[in-house]
């Protein structure tokens, strides 16, 4: 039975098929960048998950396929609070809003330096041709909104064809070209490029001699734009065909970063030997784990909100591939290795290389479209003072890259090595080589020991945050006495080999998936504690008391779980700890103890625009789009998103405001329950949303909270610093204000929590004072 599968990502969400073959990965991997031009994926996990109709390997909140004959879209939802999974079954007409909603159109059209650059583009392009006295027929490939195939109506083609794959988007076009008076100049064609037929009576009459496209996300090629231009060059353009953008390059720049390798590479949990200041391991690595060459997703990232401090720079930037768009200089290849001589700059660990490329969007070089971050732009690079982040334009549709080297190389200054670079058809990698000579690894590195399989970016990084580690080790030593009997809650929890390592006298561990199963194994087996520790299946109910040493004294959480999307979401470890009641001895210590939810007014600096209205571009009324956008958010049952704050810049309007706080030790209560106040906002500032983060008080002490929000004190009116392992919750406000002595404002905030599903409902809203406020 063939599934065409299509899907929506969620955020950490990739939904792949049992023994799938590697060519449909391809092409689901293609499907799910043309769909969402959205970071979250590199954050991805897997694991197993079995389904009534099909068996899909998978890690979700929300699995979606759909069967390619019959087009009913069946719904997977993973509630991630209380662990339950619900299937229901769309019907055919099933809305898509919500999945344009959540992708990254309306911040790629916010992206005002591309829309020009695009724009000035064709307008040159245009203008050879005429000058060529040639006629204009231009193809618009992924016409999205139809915006690019407006401005070539604008610039006076003489024929315009638009063709976009998705098609709730294509819908959009369809209106947006209306509402423009383009609809009789633009045909638009609702099919992938691959799908197009050329001739009279066709999808095109003839073959373009202008190609314009957008088919490009962070790593240039993961939304299958080499397929797309083969395949353009061999069936839709005439040959001397213009294309917009004619040229993209693709830089590398290799580094020593042992703060990025946090997000990579699983260290030793380490801890300060009791009487004595000497560090010790607790935790050692097992060998494969140690060995493994990582996860092979890119991670993607605002590299210009990375910290001077993180890295150093072990090469300059370097060109490494070069695409001819056209395909006439140079072949459009499907795999590419390219080798690149460079001198090191320092000595040290060679640890990643970042990578981000750039566009000629004419014919002649002039118009350059750049994604580099502000220390190697171009547009910066006659400035004498150091930039900063704020210096070039923000996009979060495009980011930059990170890919880890296979394993860390160290070097000493001012040697030559050569960066190895390699393509696919959807993915770059690197190694570096001390000489042509020297054999070293050239296949893209994939993950051979499960934790980075199953474990997203994120959660990695957690594993080898210090903070959190130095934390769950203290409180651990509190509590574990020689007697004590453990009960862990949590996935890819490695503090339950801690805790035996800390003499407990037996450890019992959950875990969700077949991956993390493994490693923790290995783990258990490399820390000798293969006799003190037992791994449950995460259905703990399934557990009796009988085959256990005796009840759990202790039961711990981090908590995490690899469906916690949002902060609050881990709070799934008091629903699973209801559910192993029977497991504990009376008295048995819990922790966390207790949760407070915590809400800060902010202004972010560029983040509102992932949901603020276009109203027009570049002159285009963009009204249909906005709708779609705005009605997609209201249906949506949260209006919170996950995002790593510490990469989106946010002011602080005010001060952390307790929201609400849940008792973890007293059973779930039957009612919801809600918490409502008010403040003044202070003056002057921009409040334009709300961060939202959620503090694990792990005992009574006030130094052991694990919070997920900012991890400095917050001073108003300045930059805030987040915990960098975890997303926090953005929360935007539709209408923005702005607070001065003249217009004090109120801040009304509400939040519900109800028991049944575990949702978390915020309220809301700033309301200007009037005199019979005060
Ligand atoms: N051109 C628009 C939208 C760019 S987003 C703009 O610049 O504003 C890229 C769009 O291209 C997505 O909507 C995606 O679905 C579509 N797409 C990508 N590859 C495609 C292909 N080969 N054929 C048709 N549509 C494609
Ligand atoms: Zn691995």
């Not at 329950?673 to 003044?680: L, P, Q, R």
Request: net charge negative; charged share 25%.
């Amino acid at each position: 039975m063939v599934h065409r599968l299509q899907w929506w990502l969620q955020p950490s969400l990739l939904v792949v098929p049992k023994h799938t073959e590697w060519p449909v990965l391809k092409e689901i991997k293609s499907w799910s960048r043309n769909i969402k031009k959205q970071k979250n994926l590199s954050d991805l996990s897997l694991s197993q998950a079995h389904t009534p109709h099909a068996e899909i390997c998978c890690f979700s909140s929300r699995i979606k396929y759909f069967n390619s004959r019959k087009m009913s879209v069946f719904t997977q939802q993973l509630n991630p609070i209380t662990g339950k999974l619900e299937w229901g079954i769309q019907p055919e007409d099933y809305d898509y809003k919500q999945e344009v909603a959540r992708s990254a159109y309306a911040d790629m059209l916010h992206d005002q330096e591309r829309n020009d650059k695009y724009y000035e583009g064709l307008r040159r392009s245009i203008a050879d041709l005429r000058k060529r006295g040639q006629e204009v027929h231009v193809l618009d490939i992924g016409t999205g909104t139809g915006l690019l195939s407006m401005m070539a109506v604008a610039c006076g083609a003489d024929s315009v064809t638009a063709c976009e794959a998705f098609y709730p988007m294509a819908e959009c076009a369809r209106k947006g070209l209306t509402a423009n008076e383009c609809a009789d100049k633009v045909r638009l064609v609702p099919k992938r490029s691959t799908e197009i037929e050329v001739g009279p009576g066709k999808d095109m009459e003839r073959r373009a001699n202008l190609l314009v496209a957008e088919v490009f996300d962070t790593e240039l090629i993961g939304e299958g734009a080499i397929d797309t231009y083969r395949h353009a060059r061999d069936v839709l353009l005439t040959e001397d065909a213009l294309l917009v953008p004619s040229e993209g390059t693709v830089y590398a720049q290799v580094v020593s970063s042992k703060m990025l390798q946090r997000w990579n590479h699983i260290q030793p949990v380490t801890r300060i030997k009791q009487g004595s200041k000497e560090e010790e391991v607790l935790v050692s690595v097992p060998e494969c784990v140690q060995r493994c060459p990582g996860a092979a997703a890119v991670h993607d990232i605002q590299l210009s909100q990375v910290p001077q401090e993180w890295f150093t720079p072990m090469s300059h930037p370097l060109p490494v591939f070069w695409f001819d768009w056209s395909g006439r200089q140079k072949d459009i290849p499907c795999d590419e290795t390219t080798r690149v001589k460079f001198k090191t700059l320092a000595s040290g660990d060679c640890d990643a290389v970042f990578m981000w490329w750039d566009l000629r969007m004419d014919q002649d070089g002039e118009v350059m479209l750049s994604c580099a971050p502000y220390w190697a732009h171009p547009d910066l690079a006659d400035k004498s003072w150091k930039g900063s982040s704020e210096d070039i334009p923000w996009r979060d549709h495009w980011m930059q890259a990170v890919y880890y080297l296979p394993q860390p190389r160290t070097v000493c200054e001012d040697t030559t090595f050569t960066l190895l670079s390699a393509h696919d058809e959807y993915s770059l990698w690197f190694n570096i080589q001390k000489d042509e000579s020297e054999d070293i690894c050239e296949e893209r590195p994939v993950c051979e020991c499960g934790i980075h399989i199953a474990n997203s970016r994120t959660r990695l990084g957690q594993l080898n945050d210090p903070r959190r580690l130095e934390m769950y080790v203290r409180v651990l030593e509190k509590y574990i006495k020689p007697d004590s009997v453990c009960l862990a809650l949590g996935d890819g929890c490695l503090m339950a080999v801690a805790a035996a390592k800390l003499g407990a006298r037996h450890v019992y561990v959950t875990e969700g998936s077949d991956p993390n199963r493994r490693v923790i194994q290995e783990f258990i087996t490399t820390n000798d504690v293969q006799h003190n520790v037992t791994i449950l299946s995460e259905d703990v109910c399934d557990t009796s008391v009988e085959q256990m040493v005796s009840p759990a004294t202790i039961t711990f959480s981090e908590p995490f779980f690899s469906t916690s999307l949002l902060p609050w979401h881990s709070l799934y470890c008091w629903y699973m700890r209801n559910t192993c009641l029977h497991l504990l001895a009376p008295g048995a210590i819990r922790t966390p103890g207790t949760v407070t939810i915590w809400g800060l007014p902010v202004q972010y600096r560029d983040l509102w625009k992932i949901r603020a209205p276009l109203h027009q571009c570049n002159g285009f009324k963009m009204d249909i789009f906005d709708k779609l956008i705005e009605t997609a958010c209201e249906e949506a049952d949260e209006r919170v998103e996950p995002q790593p704050l510490w990469e989106y810049p946010a002011k602080a309007r005010g001060y952390p405001i307790r929201l609400l706080t849940l008792d973890l030790a007293a059973p779930i209560p039957e009612n919801p329950m809600t918490s409502a106040d008010s403040i003044t906002l202070p003056s002057p500032g921009h409040v334009n949303g709300m961060a939202l983060w959620a503090d694990w008080h792990m005992t009574d002490e006030p130094g052991d909270a694990l919070t997920t929000g900012p991890v400095e004190p917050v001073a108003l009116d300045q930059y805030v610093s987040w915990d960098v392992y975890s997303r926090q919750g953005v929360y935007l406000f539709k209408e923005p204000v702005t607070v001065d002595k003249m217009q004090p404002h109120t801040l009304h905030y509400s939040v519900t929590f109800q028991p049944c599903d575990g949702t978390m409902v915020f309220d809301f809203q700033m309301k200007r004072q009037t005199l019979n406020d005060s």
